[in-house]
């Protein structure tokens, strides 16, 4: 038991050191590919404090659409955008204090959070009374979360819950993202100029119809030629080729 | 002290999140932008996994609401990158502070 408290300190402060700084690295890193690597580690990290945290399914749902795939979305995107990926392609003219009033915000809003997590009348007992860091560890094992976590990491309970309590946030979920698929298709689809558009099925129509008219004329009217020529011309107006 | 707690998690997350603000406030390449967005919102699921485990174990909600947080955020990545790259087709840059046509 004390050995693996000892653990859990050493793999909280080693995550939160890796993931502290990967982020760091993502905002403050010159070369926008180094970052998108970087917000990797950040992901991992996150994904290693879940672990800890006893939520091995999100831990690994965290390496699953994060690490692996949202990482490579944002690196397909710095490739599409970037005439030259490794230089930030931004460029590197900005106003002299840029960073003063985005870090001045920033920088207020972490202390007024932290200010108010250290401040002593903060009370969390109105949430459920109960902290399972004071919690004796037989009770603690008593809590339906607690054995879900024991029996399969917690799998089986999610799932319950994803199909009975929180089935229509489930479901609007999964329209989100169809909308979502959708909606990324639509908008990064090339789009054509006007005449190119209106022109390539008019171009194929033309063709089947040529086919099928000199099939056509062959069989059925085989020694009147000029008539099935002025027949295909007509045809062809009509259609707007020229 | 170094026992592990709450607190511990709670005061990591938040400065996480003011990173997350920083870089949204401050860059400029938006595919950057869009990491710090992704940064904010990881920050954000750290946060709900943690209450739940700290004060909550009567159930797993915590933990179901980061799902949720992760579904949301693959959507706003996919549809942001969308919207980025016919922007870059329009403009041919990544650049924030070109995307200025609503600016009076």
């Keep these: 038991m004390e050995n693996l408290t000892l653990l859990n300190q050493i793999s909280f402060w080693l995550f939160a050191i890796m993931m502290i700084g990967g982020a760091l690295g993502v905002v403050f890193h010159k070369s926008i590919v180094y970052s998108a690597l970087l917000l990797l580690v950040t992901f991992l990290s996150i994904a290693g404090l879940f672990v800890l945290l006893n939520a091995p399914f999100i831990a690994a749902a965290q390496i699953l659409v994060y690490g692996v795939g949202l990482t490579i979305v944002l690196i397909f995107g710095i490739m599409l955008t970037g005439d030259k990926p490794f230089v930030d392609p931004v460029g590197q003219e900005r106003p002299k204090r840029y960073w003063l009033i985005p870090g001045v915000i ?25 902290f399972l860091e004071r919690v004796q560890p037989s009770i603690a094992e008593t809590l339906p979360g607690v054995q ?17 309590k929180y089935l229509l946030p489930f479901e609007l979920a999964s329209v989100l993202l169809l909308l979502a698929m959708i909606g990324a298709i639509i908008l990064s689809k090339r789009q054509f100029p006007e005449e190119e558009a209106e022109g390539e099925p008019h171009v194929s129509q033309d063709l089947d119809g040529g086919a099928m008219e000199g099939k056509s004329c062959c069989s059925l009217n085989e020694g009147n030629g000029n008539l099935a020529s002025e027949n295909f011309d007509s045809e062809k107006e009509t259609l707007g080729v020229h | 002290m170094f026992n592990i707690g709450l607190y511990h998690y709670i005061a990591l997350t938040t400065i996480l999140f003011s990173i997350g603000l920083y870089g949204v406030l401050s860059s400029r390449n938006a595919i950057r932008l869009l990491m710090c967005i992704e940064l904010m919102l990881n920050a954000v699921n750290i946060n709900l996994v943690a209450f739940n485990n700290y004060v909550n174990m009567n159930d797993l909600s915590g933990q179901i609401f980061s799902i949720f947080i992760l579904t949301v955020s693959a959507a706003e990545a996919s549809v942001g990158l969308a919207i980025l790259i016919a922007l870059y087709r329009r403009r041919s840059t990544a650049d924030m502070e070109r995307f200025n046509l609503l600016k009076w």
């Design chain 1, 148 to 164: 879900a976590i024991i029996a399969d990491g917690g799998v089986t309970h999610i799932g319950l819950l994803l199909f009975s």
């Design chain 1, 106 to 130: 920033a920088f207020a809003f972490m202390g007024f959070l932290l200010w108010s997590l250290l401040s002593p009348n903060y009370n969390f007992t109105a949430v459920n009374g109960l």
